[in-house]
Nanobody, 115 residues
């Protein structure tokens, strides 16, 4: 079973930027479409952005034009560059497979956007 470890979160002012990273424990990563998800306090977990094995991407409307997802299959890494952050982006961010099945969820990384 792959292990997924998210990092890079923090406290940032509105309009600021953060870059999240997701490290996978095994080479199955390079054979999986991957995605970022987030869960805000009191809300259900939601899909944020997805990237297919060979790099094509999709984004939720709420982050389109502000967030960029990318991956490095050789290093089993995935990234989420977040620009023009808004208070409503505050959430715990998770990475996982993008599809009908998911791996065990990691601890996530907290992103707080506040002045």
């Amino acid at each position: 079973q792959v292990q997924l470890v998210e990092s890079g979160g923090g406290l940032v002012q509105p309009g600021g930027s953060l870059r999240l990273s997701c490290a996978a424990s095994g080479n199955i990563f390079s054979r999986k479409h991957m995605a970022w998800y987030r869960q805000a306090p009191g809300k259900q977990r939601e899909w944020v952005a997805g990237i297919r094995i060979f790099g094509s991407t999709n984004y939720a409307d709420s982050v389109k034009g502000r967030f960029t997802i990318s991956r490095d299959n050789a290093k089993y890494l995935m990234y989420l560059q977040m620009n023009s952050l808004k208070p409503e982006d505050t959430a715990v961010y998770y990475c996982n497979y993008w599809g009908l099945t998911v791996a065990s969820w990691g601890q996530g990384t907290q992103v707080t956007v506040s002045s």
